[in-house]
Each structure stands twice: as C-alpha cells, then as structure tokens.
C-alpha cells in the first residue's frame, strides 16, 4: 500500500503574464511528474469571461498575484485537501498573495526560486525573471508569518536537482500527515521491568493530536481463541504462512494457534482504523495462548499493519514515521541495539527476537519459523511450546536508516542515524543485520547522553534529509549522528 500526499503549488507573478513565466510554470508540473508519492493541485487557468471560482481553482492564468486571487486558491486547495504547499516567484513573483495562501492553510512549505535566463534583447536590457530577488521578498513574508518553511534553492525546474529536493520534501510532508492525528493501538501492558517503554499519552495529543486506542491482551486472546480453525481468515493466513517460510519447525497447534491471533489482531487494527500499534510479547501471552507471537509481529508489519514489541508506543510512533518517508515502498525492522561487533568497531548488530518481515529476508529461500528452545532446527517438534514462533533470517543489504522518537517534559527530538547493512556468512537467532555506521561511538553517546532507549526503527533507503525536514515542521528537535 502506498503513501501519497496532495501538494498544493503556488506559481507567483508580479505584474504581467509573460511566456516566460509560462514555461517555468509548465517546467516545474513536468519536474512534479516525475517526484513518487506526489499528487499536484494548481490553480487552473480560467475560461474566457469566467471569474475566479474556488470550486474549480480558476484564476487568469493559473496561478496568483492578488489577495484575491490567494484567498481563492486557498478554499481551493482546502477543498481539495492538500498537505503541503510549494510556493515559486516565476518573476519577481507577489508577496503578499503568495504568503497569504500559506497563512490560511498552515501545511508544510516548500520554497525555490528560477535561475535567471539572459537578459531581454531590448533597449533597457530587462530582466525576464527577477525570481532571485523576489524569493528574498517571498522568503520574508513566511518568516514574519512564523510559518515553518524548507528554502529547497536556486533551479531551473528541470534540473535533477530540483527533482530530488521536491522528493524529500513529499517524504517529509508524509510523515507530518502520518503523524498528526494518528491512531496508536495499545494491547497490553509494557514488562514489569521497562520503564524505558513508558510514555506519556497527553504529550502525544498536544503535540500530534493521536489518540491511543487500547486494548486487554486478554480480550484479543479471547477473540482469536474464538475462531474456529475454518475461518476464512485463519485459513488464509496458514496458507501464506507456510508459503513464506521455506522451513517450519514449529508445530501444527502452534500455525492455527498464530493465524488466528494474527486474524483478530488485524480485525482489532481495521475496526480501530490504527495507523501503527505495540503489544505486550511477554510473558503474559505465553500463558494466555501458549505460543510467542514475535513471527506475528512480522506478518503483522509486513501486512502495514506496523507493530512494536514490548508495547513501546513510542517505538510504534517511530516505526509509522520511517514507513511515512518511505511512502510505503518499503516496510521496517524494529530493533534491539543489540552489540558492538567484536572486531569491527563502527559496526552494531541491529537484532530482534524473530520479528521481522520475511520481505526483508536476504535469502527467502532461507528464511525459518523456529522456536527460541530451537534456533537451529535439530530437536523434535513438541504439540505445545509457549517459545515457538520466532522467524529467523538475516536481513537484506542495503543503506538503512535509523529513527526512534523521545519525549521528555513536553519536549520532543527524533533520532536520525544512517547506516549500511553489511552482508555475514554467520548464522543467527532471531531476524538481524550487522549495520555499519559512521562513528558508532559517537552514536552510542549519543544514545545514551540523550536520552534514547534500546529500540528503534530501521528501515532500507536514506531518509536522513526527508526527517530533519519532518522535524522543522513538525517542531521537533532532530538528533542527527551521520
């Protein structure tokens, strides 16, 4: 399932409408074309005779120069429920109309100026464009206003360059979307011992406006236990269950005991309408269903139902926010800051029990479901096994990216590390990567002097400029160890 965000584009002219001013309007909807996840909403260019309309987005040419016209394409772009906004002097461009649409929508904003073509062959040798001059103007407007905005640079719209700084800024306004007013399951309560996982719900609504939809672990254990073993449901999850993993040894009780949890957890996930959710794993669970459910997780995860162990709700948070800025192309591994490697010192395994996506395997053709009594797959498979239910793998190569959110009085920061999955000839319980980082010192002080616990989300690709953009928007402060 992919994420996708509206953006609104404000293309601004001062005075007069010039064929100039055309082509960098067209220049720059061809370079959005080319930018994932990106729907464009633009003023349209009116018919003859028609007046400025809200419902359709008409204005003389297709883009604003006057309060009016601004106040127009704002009921525009609200209609149309945009999330952001880019705003572009194609000449000098207008100030006030441009910062007014922002003013009244209060999204995320994206500024550029054109680069400047030659100068007109006329006897005053006139400017065509002016943008850089005029973006000082438009930049000001924003800041007076207090409104967040992200200067991208200095483009001709079909440079890659340009493209690229759009991309990021689409990731970014996808995690404030993800974000704010978000839905975080809680089933469950945290282990006794992890104060680490505590959170504070009230901070949540005042900074995003989430809410948190709890649940007993004791009811979910009782509607999947309700379940007769022909249900649809269960019947499709053991069916991609055994074709997911090549080699199974748990037993038969332990497959139609998981489907059925994982059956009435993704009910309890769209009847809620959740956009992530964490669950007690231990130990409650192993008593109320005798099975460990850190495979479930995986499938959940795997299934964009994203799911954190240990009912870290601020790691839920941290998962949605990496999956937002991958638009959903890819999903997340959430991880254990495990150990420092023992003879490469920039490199940390990243590791959990076995909860993983199998998509994220390596090698598919590898990819087990154990028990934790039975990592290496050499004893017999007993009926009734309370640790079964662990995937192990190796995860697959590639640059990562590390984020886990931290709330402390009210104040919030996001750690952003980036970091290459190093392929390994080992084998390893659970599902893990060596990851090497830049300077794992640095970036284990600063887990440690700021406040950041033992779990995080990683995911593939670098998301790195995309989340410090979510951060300034967000009024976030960014910890950034590259």
């Keep these: 399932m992919s994420v996708s965000v509206k953006i609104g ?75 952001g906004l880019i705003l572009c002097p194609l000449d000098f461009g207008d100030e006030r109309s441009a910062a007014k649409v922002a003013e009244l929508l209060k999204v995320p904003v994206l500024l550029y100026a054109t680069k400047e073509p030659p100068a007109l062959d006329d006897a005053g040798m006139s400017r065509a464009s002016d943008s850089y001059c005029g973006n000082l103007s438009m930049a000001s407007g924003l800041y007076r206003r207090k409104l967040p905005f992200h200067y991208a640079g200095l483009f001709f719209p079909d440079e890659p360059e340009f493209a690229a700084a759009v991309q990021d800024f689409v990731r970014a306004v996808a995690v404030v979307k993800g974000l704010k007013g978000a839905r975080i399951g809680q089933i469950g309560v945290r282990p006794a011992a ?20 709890p649940a007993n672990l004791s009811d979910i254990a009782d509607a999947a236990q309700a379940l007769p073993d022909d249900a649809p449901a269960v019947q499709t999850v ?3 269950l055994r074709a997911a993993y090549p080699t199974i040894t748990v037993s038969e009780a332990y497959l139609r005991t998981a489907a059925k949890l994982e059956a009435a957890l993704a009910d309890f996930w769209t009847r809620n309408r959740l956009s992530a959710m ?9 008593r109320l269903l005798g099975i460990s459910v850190c495979n479930v997780f995986g499938r959940l995860t795997g299934r964009r139902m994203l799911t954190a162990c240990e009912t870290d709700v601020l ?47 390596r090698e598919p053709e590898h990819v087990a ?8 797959g050499d004893r017999p498979i007993p009926a009734a096994d309370p640790q079964a239910g662990l995937a192990q793998f190796q995860v697959k190569p590639g640059c990562v990216t590390f984020c886990r959110l931290a709330e402390y009085d009210g104040q919030w920061k996001m750690l ?33 002097e700021e406040g950041f616990v033992h779990h995080a989300s990683m995911i593939h690709g670098d998301q790195v400029q995309a989340l410090q953009l979510a951060c300034k928007f967000l009024g976030i402060t960014p910890v950034v160890v590259a």
């Design 416 to 448: 952003i590390a980036p970091g290459e999955i190093i392929p390994s000839d080992e084998t390893l319980a659970g599902t893990w990567a060596w990851v090497q980082v830049t300077d794992h010192a640095r970036l284990y002080r600063t887990l440690v």
């Design 9 to 83: 584009f404000i293309p601004s002219y001062r005075f007069r409408w010039t064929s100039w001013t055309q082509k960098m309007r067209d220049d720059s909807l061809n370079a959005f074309a080319q930018v994932r996840g990106m729907e464009v909403v633009v003023p349209q260019p009116a018919p003859d005779g028609e007046p400025l309309c809200a419902e359709h987005g008409y204005t003389p040419y297709g883009a604003v120069h006057s309060l009016d016209e601004a106040e127009v394409v704002a009921e525009y772009f609200r209609r149309q429920g945009v999330d």
């Design 194 to 213: 992890f104060e680490t996982v505590g959170f504070d719900e009230t901070a949540m609504i005042q900074k995003f406006g989430q809410n948190v939809i």
């Design 278 to 286: 964490a669950m007690a794993c231990w130990p409650s669970i192993q």
């Design 369 to 376: 479901l154990r028990s934790r009594f039975d990592m290496t």
């Design 238 to 240: 053991l069916a991609e």
């Design 315 to 361: 790691g839920a948070l941290a998962m949605l926010v990496s999956y937002q800025a991958a638009l959903g192309e890819t999903v997340p591994h959430f991880i254990d800051w495990t150990i420092q490697h023992r003879e490469n010192p920039n490199r940390l395994l990243a590791w959990h029990c076995g909860n993983a996506p199998a998509c994220l395997a």
